[in-house]
């Protein structure tokens, strides 16, 4: 199952995985920008902000699909303003997609899992959860909250034999960036191509089933960033 999967990162992945055989449950808002000609894809349109939707269709899914044994929970979206403005229902929302969906898709998950003797679980985190910066304060949040999880998850779970990891890239050049404001510089150093985090996942997934990797941080050869006019 990848959230997020028809654009950006989740796209990268799901495609890496199609074509190592895998079965792609993907799920997103809108399946129009992916759509693979490819008969182990399942497009299943959700809107993670919604609590109750996601947590009845992922539990739908999995008596659906009982094979299922691995969770690449990617979707989110960013908003960088000052805190102030924000609106209640905005802060809301954000969390509910930002980190709340990563929660009740890996608690439905985590209850799967043992029951099939294991699998893996991988969060795409950001620099962001590492560092907080001014007007991130709400992703900041966000992802600093999804690292916190991660790492107690992880240590909650393994002896059940799942694996728990958390990828952390900077700057990625995906459509994440489309009306912020800013985006990664234009140069190839300046940005991580969303096939980078991709092919890092499947090292992840294709690693020893005895070895757990925790968290990877991935950077581009160059910070820099273009601010549009």
């Known amino acids: 199952m990848v959230t997020g999967s028809s654009s950006g990162i989740g796209r990268a992945v799901c495609e890496l995985l199609l074509k190592a055989d895998y079965k792609v ?52 979206e960013g908003r960088f303003n000052p805190i102030e403005n924000f609106s209640t229902s905005q802060i809301k929302d954000f969390l509910d997609l930002n980190l709340i969906s990563h ?28 560092t907080g910066k001014r007007k991130a304060t709400l992703y900041s949040t966000a992802k600093f909250g999804l690292r916190g999880f991660s790492q107690a998850l992880s240590d909650e779970v393994r002896a059940s034999n799942i694996r728990v990891s958390l990828i952390n890239p900077g700057l990625v050049r995906t459509p994440f960036f489309n009306g912020l404001g800013f985006r990664p510089g234009d140069e190839k150093t300046h940005a991580i191509e969303a096939e980078d985090v991709a092919e890092v996942i499947m090292t992840v997934l294709s690693s020893r089933s005895q070895t757990i990797l925790d968290e990877i941080n991935m950077s581009p050869a160059k910070n820099v960033i273009k601010f549009d006019s």
């Open 103 to 130: 929660i009740l898709l890996s608690q439905i998950f985590v209850r799967h899992l043992k029951a099939r003797s294991g699998g893996n679980i991988i969060f795409l985190g950001s620099e962001a959860g590492l």
């Open 25 to 76: 449950l993907g799920i997103a808002r809108d399946h129009s920008k992916f759509t693979p000609n490819d008969t182990n894809y399942f497009p299943f349109e959700v809107d993670l902000k919604n609590q109750n939707e996601t947590t009845n269709v992922a539990k739908a899914l999995l008596k659906a699909h009982p094979e299922a044994n691995i969770l690449i929970s990617n979707a989110g």
